[in-house]
């Protein structure tokens, strides 16, 4: 209907220009709302208002213009003007049925537009570095990830889903050398672990899968390990320096071959355990993009190279540094160390040049809440690569907590000390994971309860709207065990029978979901799909609870059993797109 009355709007603009009653201006957005109070109508428009300074006219009589203008449409029973200038529309009562026959004759595809078409985007979310498990934080930027690029691609973008894989580095350093350290224990050896090492049991598994297939093959006296190396933290030292001098004297004693072999291992086996853990909690990518491979064709100096052509690099202390503060960053950044090793965010910078290589019309990049001081530098970066610094969105996440109860769980991924996803999924299942985390704005706190989580009561919002489709698939059986039939056509031609308030309402929530579908999508916000689905599901419960469905008239009860399956359709689309389960039954 919306579409409809957008329609009609461009038509009265048009009639009103051919008239000369107004100039040619170029025509705003067209906004139209529900209105709030039935007194007003049903829909609402502000066009008026916003034409009103291009047109150099009072908003009040271009408004009346607007409305004299307007085609007449069967849909269209009254137009009013209200307040400053609004147009208000009232919808004869008889369209609000149409619903009920789109929904079943469209089916999967209720709801689905094309508003995106023609545009690729490009889904960067999780990226987790390969360092170990992935936790509950993760999970909520896991669930938001792939819900908003669900989203886009329900409203006709091409959605391509990434996952950068940060294999290069510091963090992939360390946790070869603990895998190795780890591994020498395996041989017998007594290993004074690094403070700053990975310490979770997951370290362990690796270095013993390596020691049953190597035995000794990667085995060095300790005492050369540990000999002449920086003290750790709590012998008085500096834990860093330690490591990096660890790291240092690992690389050393295994040489070039079997260092990689450690490194490779540990990257293997970790990020096959977060694509098998992802995959399970129903999030799948099109690329694993390497960050090594950036490094080894060449792309960050391509990146660099192309920021020095634009004056954007210059050389201080011995370092390479990215004007930034040029293009709104605090500060400038280095890009080069003095020992000639690139920077991580040298490595973000080839990255974002890769993405814009590949021409994406959109890049959104979704990062947890901690990184919010990042997204400057790397705007600057879009600018100053010579790009459309608009293409690109950034998303921040924050990070669950985790309570049982009122009990906060306490978690630390270098400890090794904390809830993995797996556990999260495996204690209250992925349905009520992806639910929880996407109830919210990405931005909010959360807190995820998991004993709300588990229970089985209205109280328990997934459970709520799977008890709702549930609910339907319930009055569909009885139907069956009574022996009744169900004349889908005949209750197509009774729907003006559901006069009562609970149909009226359920008609209305019904015909908002392509509407909350498109802006849930365009605003990058699941949460709105998720309030909508809690509101059709209250309003159904409402009605199951105060009406009978299989009734004696053939007629009501047909239309009713069209109406339910309607609610039952839409809270499987909704759900479907959330990659959330519809029990028949509970």
Not at 50 to 55: H, Q
Not at 142 to 158: I, M, P, R, T
Not at 307 to 336: H, M, P, T
Not at 356 to 372: E, N, P, S, T, Y
Request: with cysteine.
């Amino acid at each position: 209907m919306k579409k409809k009355l957008e329609e009609l709007l461009l038509q009265a603009i048009e009639n009103l220009k051919v008239g000369g009653v107004l100039d040619a201006v170029i025509i705003p957005q067209i906004t139209i709302d529900r209105t709030r109070d039935a007194a007003h109508g049903d829909f609402a428009s502000n066009l008026a208002l916003l034409l009103a300074k291009p047109a150099r006219s009072n908003p009040r009589e271009l408004a009346t213009k607007i409305i004299a203008a307007l085609p007449a449409h069967e849909a269209v029973t009254k137009v009013e003007l209200a307040g400053p200038g609004f147009i208000n529309f009232f919808i004869n009562p008889n369209t609000q049925y149409q619903v009920v026959s789109q929904i079943h004759a469209q089916g999967l595809e209720y709801g689905l537009s094309k508003v995106g078409a023609d545009k690729k985007v490009q889904v960067e979310f999780v990226s987790a570095n390969p360092t170990g498990p992935l936790h509950v934080g993760h999970g909520r930027g896991a669930a938001y990830g792939s819900a908003v690029a669900d989203l886009l691609q329900a409203v006709g973008f091409d959605v391509y889903r990434e996952y950068y894989v940060n294999d290069a580095g510091r963090q992939m350093d360390i946790l070869a050398t603990s895998v190795w350290l780890r591994y020498l224990e395996e041989c017998g050896e007594d290993v004074v672990f690094p403070s700053n090492g990975y310490r979770g049991v997951y370290v362990r598994d690796i270095a013993r899968h390596i020691y049953l297939n190597a035995n000794n093959d990667y085995r060095r006296p300790i005492e050369l390990v540990f000999e002449n190396i920086t003290p750790d933290e709590p012998q008085g030292g500096d834990k860093d320096l330690h490591i990096d001098a660890l790291i240092q004297r690992t690389k050393t004693l295994l040489g070039n071959t079997q260092y990689r072999d450690f490194f490779q291992i540990g990257l293997d086996s970790i990020l096959d355990d977060i694509k098998a853990d992802l995959k399970e909690f129903g999030v799948e990518y099109q690329e694993w993009f390497s960050e090594r491979h950036l490094m080894d064709n060449g792309s960050v100096e391509k990146a660099l190279e192309r920021l020095r052509e634009r004056n954007y690099l210059y050389e201080r202390d011995g370092a390479i540094w990215f004007a930034s503060s040029q293009l709104g960053d605090e500060k400038d950044r280095v890009v080069v160390r003095e020992n000639g090793q690139y920077t991580y965010f040298a490595s973000d910078i080839a990255y974002h040049n890769n993405k814009l290589d590949r021409g994406f019309d959109q890049i959104i990049d979704i990062w947890g809440a901690d990184h919010h001081g990042y997204v400057p530098r790397v705007r600057a970066a879009i600018q100053a690569l010579g790009a459309d610094e608009s293409k690109l969105n950034v998303l921040l996440v924050q990070f669950a907590v985790l309570y049982r109860g009122e009990e906060r769980v306490q978690m630390s991924t270098r400890s090794g000390e904390f809830v993995t996803l797996r556990q999260l999924r495996d204690e209250v299942g992925k349905d009520a994971a992806r639910f929880f985390y996407v109830m919210r704005r990405s931005e909010q706190h959360m807190d995820f309860d998991l004993k709300l989580a588990t229970s089985r009561s209205n109280e328990n919002p997934v459970f709520y709207v799977q008890y709702a489709h549930a609910r339907v698939c319930s009055v569909l059986r009885q139907l069956d065990e009574k022996g009744l039939e169900r004349n889908v056509e005949q209750g197509m031609e009774h729907l003006n029978k559901l006069t009562e308030e609970h149909e009226s309402t359920l008609l209305v929530t019904l015909a908002r979901y392509p509407e909350v579908l498109e802006k849930a999508a365009l605003q990058y916000e699941p949460h709105q799909l998720v309030l909508y689905l809690r509101e059709l599901s209250h309003e159904f419960h409402t009605y199951y609870n105060a009406h009978q469905f299989l009734v004696e008239d053939a007629c009501i009860r047909d239309a009713r059993l069209n109406l339910i399956c309607a609610v039952r359709q839409v809270l499987a689309n909704g759900l479907g797109l959330l990659n959330i389960n519809t029990p028949e039954s509970m």
